[in-house]
């Protein structure tokens, strides 16, 4: 998936539990991105870089070169401040910014792409109770002033439901800005219309690999691409979303490139901004894309768009939480929309336990996912 929204605010707080941190004992975040020249704070949504005040200091305390009692008394107080170094606390693995959601409240999808698990294991049909849903994003809506885009997508198609455009009109409704991430099919004028009058959403995006209508419907299990042309020909020059997107997915050879070349030139001077995406394996859930070479030994975080245990909630039609966008198979739930409430959930003992596993605060097992995704940081 690709960024969508604007930047963040800088300094909006992280929901956490309260804690009794004044007899606690202090160690720099665990939950960091750390780079030679970078390092970013996914919980409080802010970067420092090389050549700022104290990022030397916290370089060397994120790498175990230098601990806490080390610093000078005026760097400690800084960094405690700007919280890169909190109160070493049992429960660190509750805290959260929810900054994207997906939000899948079907699970039909109208293809079966190569590079998609849908294409090798297909999901019964079943969509989401409207009132349900409404209950969702009225949780949801809590949390809008950190929330950045609600992405209608998991691994369904958003417009093969008949009330994609009421969806669209609900989560703006309580605040949320909509993100379509689409093949494109069912995004007719008609609808495309309806949008705009509702005043359009955050993010669009579609993933279009091919002008080859012989191939399209080979590698993605359907004949659509006139049907897919034709809307994205109403659309190109429509102000639809702040950002808009066609993404040509292949596998990063002669013929990937060549597909990029004519869509590129296709669609020259539209609204479409035109990315080229080498497919990945999803985690090992299919055959083919980027993989790691081996199983990652340490894991020190995630990096897809944003980072997945801390600042998403992936939401699937039957009301479950999920790990990420790579548990197809939902391996790892961390809780139930039926049961519990979002918060509950995003601050409960089984997201924190695999917010702790994915960021290598404890040992994952062998098999966690993240030890065979692409995503995964590992320094």
């Known amino acids: 998936m690709t960024a969508f929204g604007p930047t963040a605010q800088t300094g909006s707080p992280c929901h956490q539990r309260s804690p009794a941190a004044s007899a606690a004992q202090e160690r720099v975040e665990p939950f960091l991105h750390v780079e030679d020249q970078r390092i970013y704070n996914p919980l409080e949504d802010r970067a420092i870089v090389a050549g700022e005040p104290d990022f030397a200091e916290l370089l060397a305390l994120a790498g175990g070169a230098m601990e806490v009692p080390q610093l000078t008394p005026e760097v400690r107080e800084r960094l405690v401040a700007s919280k890169w170094v909190v109160p070493d606390l049992d429960d660190l693995g509750t805290r959260y910014r929810l900054k994207y959601v997906s939000f899948e409240a079907h699970t039909v999808c109208n293809q079966g792409c190569y590079f998609c698990p849908v294409s090798e294991h297909r999901r019964e049909p079943y969509f989401m109770a409207t009132d349900f849903y409404e209950s969702v994003v009225q949780q949801l809506a809590e949390f809008k002033s950190t929330i950045e885009g609600v992405s209608m997508i998991h691994y369904n198609e958003p417009t093969a439901d008949k009330r994609f455009v009421d969806q669209v009109k609900m989560l703006k409704s309580y605040g949320l800005p909509p993100a379509v991430l689409t093949n494109g099919t069912g995004l007719t004028p008609k609808r495309v219309d309806a949008i705009m009058e509702a005043g359009g959403v955050i993010y669009l995006s579609i993933n279009l690999s091919t002008l080859d209508r012989e191939r399209y419907a080979k590698e993605r299990d359907g004949d659509h691409l006139k ?52 497919v990945m394996d999803r985690a090992g859930n299919v055959g083919v894309g980027i993989r790691p070479p081996s199983a990652h030994v340490k894991l020190r975080g995630c990096e897809q768009t944003g980072s997945r245990p801390l600042q998403w909630a992936h939401i699937t039609p039957h009301g479950k939480l999920v790990l990420c966008c790579q548990d197809y198979h939902d391996h790892h739930v961390v809780g139930n929309l039926h049961e519990q409430s979002l918060a509950e959930i995003l601050e409960g003992p089984e997201i924190a336990k695999l917010r702790r596993w994915v960021y290598g605060v404890d040992e994952a097992p062998a098999d966690f996912i993240c030890r065979n995704c692409i995503y995964a940081l590992t320094r």
Not at 258 to 265: G, K, L, N, V
């Open 227 to 278: 049907l897919v042309m034709r809307n994205l020909d109403y659309m190109k020059d429509l102000p639809l979303a702040p950002q808009m997107e066609i993404v040509v997915l292949g596998k990063g050879d002669a013929e990937h490139k060549q597909d990029m070349a004519e869509i590129e030139a296709r669609f020259a001077g539209s609204r479409f901004e035109v990315k080229y995406y080498e």
